[in-house]
């Protein structure tokens, strides 16, 4: 049985920072791209970082760009969400998937699990 669990987030003030964990378990990670996705009140899912299978690629949208970095520790089957300068618009619940392929996915339908979320919020 396949479970994503993300943790590490809450509430902050803007200009802060936060770290996002994300434990994968009944997987063997490395045979995963994984994605951070986030979903704010009212607006769709959108994708704010992915990476490769080994680590050595990444994206993430213009929106976060400089501010948000994924990482991946395969040998502790975690992936993280590392946020910085943080403002009131990234307030949002955060989720992290797994894609059952080597090379990045950035269409949040062809994600295969998905985590239950944690909670962002971000004060002005």
């Known amino acids: 049985q396949v479970q994503l669990e993300e943790s590490g987030g809450g509430l902050v003030q803007a200009g802060g920072s936060l770290r996002l964990s994300c434990a994968a378990s009944?997987?063997?990670?490395?045979?995963?791209?994984m994605g951070w996705f986030r979903q704010a009140p009212g607006k769709e899912r959108e994708l704010v970082a992915a990476i490769n299978y080994s680590g050595d690629t990444t994206y993430s949208p213009d929106s976060v760009k400089g501010r948000f970095t994924i990482s991946r520790d395969n040998t502790k089957n975690t992936v993280y969400l590392q946020m910085n300068s943080l403002k009131p618009e990234d307030t949002a619940v955060y989720y992290c998937?797994?894609?059952?392929?080597?090379?990045?996915?950035?269409?949040?339908?062809?994600?295969?699990?998905w985590g239950q979320g944690t909670q962002v919020t971000v004060s002005s």
């Open positions: 009944g997987l063997t990670l490395s045979w995963y791209a």
């Open positions: 998937a797994a894609v059952r392929r080597l090379i990045i996915v950035t269409t949040a339908h062809r994600y295969d699990y």
